[in-house]
């Protein structure tokens, strides 16, 4: 069997996500020179490591909410960052401040982007109405 690069993983992500390699070191906190300097290791040699933990839990999030076809890139994006899970502390999580604690399981994040994406379709259910400076409000003006 081929060794998995870690190349391989960061490019699906990419892919995944629709963004730039940048974008995926700042969910990964780490700087975009950690992200180049172990991209091309096997994934084995990483995977122990803060960088590796965090871009294996990313993975398994991005895949978890990936099975849902309905979700655009930009969509699932907006999942990763947005703070809508309630600690017993009361404080709001979002997906990509948990996985830079370190402190959670991959499963737990998957909760943590389940209450965005919650959140999301509330707001979509409370006014599916196009936005006032769409494209369609201007067609009506028009």
Not at 6 to 20: E, P, S
Not at 51 to 66: M, N, Q, T, W
Not at 80 to 109: C, Q, W
């Amino acid at each position: 069997m081929q060794q998995l690069l870690t190349k391989t993983i960061v490019d699906n992500l990419a892919d995944k996500l629709k963004c730039k390699k940048k974008v995926l070191s700042s969910y990964l906190g780490v700087t975009p020179t950690t992200l180049s300097m172990n991209i091309e290791k096997p994934f084995a040699e990483v995977k122990d490591n803060k960088f590796g933990k965090r871009l294996l839990s990313l993975l398994y999030v991005v895949d978890a909410i990936g099975k849902d076809l309905s979700l655009s890139p930009d969509v699932m994006r907006h999942i990763l960052v947005m703070p809508k899970y309630r600690t017993k502390e009361g404080m709001f999580l979002d997906v990509v401040s948990a996985i830079h604690y370190g402190e959670f399981n991959d499963e737990f994040l998957v909760e943590v982007a389940k209450a965005a994406l919650h959140s999301l379709r509330e707001k979509f259910d409370r006014d599916n109405t196009p936005a006032k400076n769409s494209l369609y409000h201007q067609a009506l003006d028009a």
